[in-house]
């Protein structure tokens, strides 16, 4: 018999809101734990923005400097930029339906199991969007959306306009199939201030440097345990110019 992942829980697990939570939520919840995928189901209209913005690879006319392109689709809405429209037609992991149900059948086959009931899924999505046309939400999703958008900056270019994820002028529905990966370590050297590495009696190894994310700068301590996203360079050139002053300093 194929056993049915339950919902998620009543907090918003959505990578990029709150990766460990949702990292922990899809790790720690019995049902669901044995599965190595999770999924993200939205919009045409908020695929077009907000993954838009989510890897400087899908962003050509952020990295071309292309004023007119960034404002035509990021801004005006008209449509997705070449690279998420490829992910679109040609992805692996996504999918694409005029109705929910549809959708969740594609899903389905694309685990080869019956692992989602469309009638659950449609339960979430629905209470979901009945919380989007309450202004004094406290659905913590739509309070984030709603937060995300105070900052004229992210509401203009690149959080969706709030909607109905089943408003049909909205669609077609996608449901993204997400797969679990590491891809940066939170650190696990100790390092002294001038980046040289410590052994397990808290002494500097002779000539033992560690920098960038091995030694914690890649996001973890040095910005705090979650991490935020876009800090992780600086700090690992930070720690990398502090070994290579001291081992200079320390041959000369
Ligand atoms: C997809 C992605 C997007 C990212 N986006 C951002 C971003 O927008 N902003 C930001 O600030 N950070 C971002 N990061 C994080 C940032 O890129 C990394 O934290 C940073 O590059 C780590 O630098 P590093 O020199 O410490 O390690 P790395 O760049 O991982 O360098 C380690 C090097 O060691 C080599 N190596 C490993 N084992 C051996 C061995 N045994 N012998 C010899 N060589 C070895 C590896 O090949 C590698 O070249 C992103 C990371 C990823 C994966």
């Not at 939570?21 to 077009?48: K, M, N, P, Q």
């Not at 952020?62 to 037609?89: N, S």
């Not at 996001?219 to 800090?231: C, I, K, M, P, S």
Request: proline content about 5%; some cysteine; aromatic content about 6%.
């Amino acid at each position: 018999m194929v056993r049915r992942p339950r919902p998620p829980a009543a907090r918003p697990c959505l990578p990029g809101y709150d990766t460990l939570g949702t990292l922990r939520h899809l790790r720690t919840t019995e049902d669901i734990a044995g599965y190595d995928h999770s999924w993200f189901v939205l919009t045409r209209r908020i695929i077009e923005k907000e993954f838009a913005l989510s890897g400087s690879e899908q962003n050509p006319d952020i990295t071309a400097k292309d004023r007119a392109g960034f404002l035509r689709t990021r801004l005006l809405g008209k449509g997705a930029p070449g690279p998420v429209d490829a992910f679109l037609r040609k992805g692996a992991d996504f999918v694409s339906a005029t109705t929910l149900e549809q959708l969740v059948e594609k899903m389905n086959a694309l685990t080869g199991k019956p692992l989602l009931d469309a009638a659950v899924v449609r339960r979430q999505i629905e209470a979901r969007d009945l919380q989007m046309e309450n202004a004094y939400s406290k659905d913590a999703q739509v309070q984030g959306i709603r937060n995300a958008r105070r900052y004229i900056g992210d509401r203009l270019g690149r959080v969706a306009t709030p909607h109905r994820i089943l408003d049909p002028a909205a669609g077609p529905l996608i449901g993204v199939k997400l797969n679990i990966l590491t891809r940066k370590t939170l650190g696990g050297i100790q390092t002294d201030l001038e980046s040289r590495a410590l052994g397990a009696d808290g002494q500097p190894v002779e000539g033992l440097y560690a920098a960038g994310e091995v030694a914690g700068f890649g996001g973890g301590g040095v910005h705090g345990y979650n991490a935020l996203e876009g800090t992780f360079l600086g700090g690992c050139l930070f720690s990398g110019r502090a070994a290579g002053r001291a081992a200079a300093a320390r041959t000369a």
